[in-house]
């Protein structure tokens, strides 16, 4: 028993230790950087959705972020006018009342017609791209990647001059939550594309969890699908794993300075779960 005891107090303080570091790369909030949060999974209307949103208006009054990139199913269930309402305008009024411009992708939840709901910001179009600062964003409809979707986006990576290119979808290209887990038809498709002209940060959705992957062939890839709904006790953390969170709701903040990315999971009662920091490589000129 003792022995038991002695390597149950070594597994807590490894833990505690973790956490800390975890928490050590906190976000720079520095002058005239990128400032943009990030949630997935989010449209329940239920009470955890309107805590994690308190939270993104807390975090706003300390990081100013003006940018909201939805990783997909925004909304479950009903999806009338008063939907809308409940699940999108009235947890995050605070937010929209200060002008921060959300820039939705659809998950398998969301109905197609939900692109022409101006909040989204999406002008009615299931994929789409804009540039904030030095970042190159590309939001992508998962449910139905079509040759038209894949070629388009081709073109488009091919042409962007950004520093950081970001894409977000639904469907998780690397997971290790349980339920649903890497999306490898996706991945086979995209993954080329990503690799071709340097994509460096990817954020899904899909599973209720907050999980990091290790860098998948010098992409970052993050899952952040627990701003609403959440799956307790679902992650599987294998290799790939560089950290995890499914005991509560979370969503993201992220800042892009100059070629440094911050990012900071936060769970619903505020706590830090996960950050670190994203070093931009510099691809050879030809």
Not at 113 to 135: A, D, F, I, K, P
Not at 149 to 172: G, I, M, N
Request: hydrophobic letters at 35%; one cysteine or more.
């Amino acid at each position: 028993m003792p022995r038991v005891r002695r390597c149950l107090i070594l597994v807590l303080t490894a833990a505690t230790c973790a956490g800390l570091l975890a928490q050590s790369a906190a976000l720079p909030n520095r002058p005239g950087s990128l400032k943009f949060a990030a949630i997935g999974d989010n449209g329940t209307g239920d009470r955890p959705q309107y805590e994690v949103a308190q939270q993104m208006t807390d975090a706003r009054s300390r990081f100013p972020f003006d940018l909201v990139i939805m990783l997909g199913d925004n909304m479950y269930g009903g999806q009338k006018p008063s939907d809308f309402i409940k699940k999108f305008e009235q947890p995050y009024a605070a937010l929209l009342a200060a002008n921060v411009k959300f820039q939705a992708s659809l998950g398998n939840h969301d109905r197609p017609e939900n692109v022409s709901y101006g909040l989204y910001n999406m002008n009615g179009q299931r994929y789409y791209t804009y540039v904030r600062t030095n970042v190159r964003f590309v939001a992508l409809d998962s449910t139905l990647m079509d040759r038209k979707q894949l070629d388009w986006l081709d073109a488009t990576l091919r042409d962007s001059r950004e520093d950081w290119k970001v894409c977000y979808f639904h469907h998780p290209l690397y997971s290790n939550a349980s339920r649903h887990g890497s999306s490898v038809d996706l991945r086979l498709l995209l993954e080329p594309i990503f690799l071709k002209y340097g994509v460096q940060v990817v954020f899904s959705g899909h599973d209720h969890v907050y999980e990091r992957l290790k860098p998948q062939k010098g992409i970052s890839y993050f899952v952040s699908g627990a701003a609403g709904q959440l799956r307790k006790g679902n992650m599987e953390p294998s290799d790939q794993t560089a950290a995890s969170f499914d005991q509560d709701q979370s969503f993201m903040l992220v800042e892009v300075a100059g070629d440094e990315m911050f990012f900071e999971s936060v769970s619903r009662t505020g706590r830090v779960v996960d950050s670190g920091v994203i070093n931009r490589q510099r691809r050879p000129s030809n």
